[in-house]
């Protein structure tokens, strides 16, 4: 997670005041095993077992709606890799998980998903990387 670690070290400076959380459930990994399944990417079975169990718990832990009582939109920075990002933005969404891979991410993008107070959600921004300069632009 170096990447991630350091793009919220840079983050942060931006944000004064605002506090950082750390956790290994939003480590890169393999959240479930892709459908269609595709040749260039082939982690072992058991990986998705661990990693998927850990991710779906972030997804659980995190993507929900505010509390009741919560009177002003409220914002949330998850920094984390694309196929987190991917399997959580399908789940949000109640598309099937395993499309995840169908998704396409560059290194360093902005999505932005919202949900409002009745549970509806909202995919504002998927992989966003017009902030970047062309030459800076990569994908993994």
Same mark, same amino acid.
């Given at each position: 997670?170096?990447?991630?670690?350091?793009?919220?070290?840079?983050?942060?400076?931006?944000?004064?005041?605002?506090?950082?959380?750390?956790?290994?459930?939003?480590?890169?990994?393999?959240?479930?095993?892709?459908?269609?399944?595709?040749?260039?990417?082939?982690?072992?079975?058991?990986?998705?077992?661990?990693?998927?169990?850990?991710?779906?718990?972030?997804?659980?832990?995190?993507?929900?709606?505010?509390?009741?009582?919560?009177?002003?939109? !409220?914002?949330?920075?998850?920094?984390?890799?694309?196929? +987190? =990002? *991917?399997?959580?933005?399908?789940? /949000? $969404?109640?598309?099937?998980?395993?499309?995840?891979?169908?998704? !396409?991410?560059?290194?360093?993008?902005?999505?932005?998903? +919202? =949900? *409002?107070?009745?549970?509806?959600? /909202? $995919?504002?921004?998927?992989?966003?990387?017009?902030?970047?300069?062309?030459?800076?632009?990569?994908?993994?």
């Amino acid at each position: 997670m170096t990447r991630a670690v350091e793009t919220t070290d840079i983050i942060s400076k931006h944000l004064p005041g605002k506090c950082g959380v750390s956790t290994d459930l939003l480590r890169e990994g393999a959240p479930i095993e892709p459908d269609p399944p595709v040749s260039h990417w082939k982690p072992e079975a058991v990986q998705y077992y661990e990693d998927g169990a850990r991710i779906e718990a972030a997804f659980r832990n995190y993507i929900h709606r505010a509390d009741a009582k919560q009177e002003e939109d !409220s914002y949330e920075i998850f920094i984390c890799h694309a196929n +987190v =990002i *991917r399997y959580i933005v399908c789940r /949000a $969404l109640q598309f099937p998980p395993e499309g995840w891979l169908r998704l !396409s991410l560059n290194n360093g993008s902005i999505t932005h998903l +919202v =949900i *409002r107070p009745d549970g509806r959600v /909202a $995919l504002r921004t998927l992989g966003d990387t017009g902030f970047m300069p062309p030459n800076k632009i990569t994908r993994s």
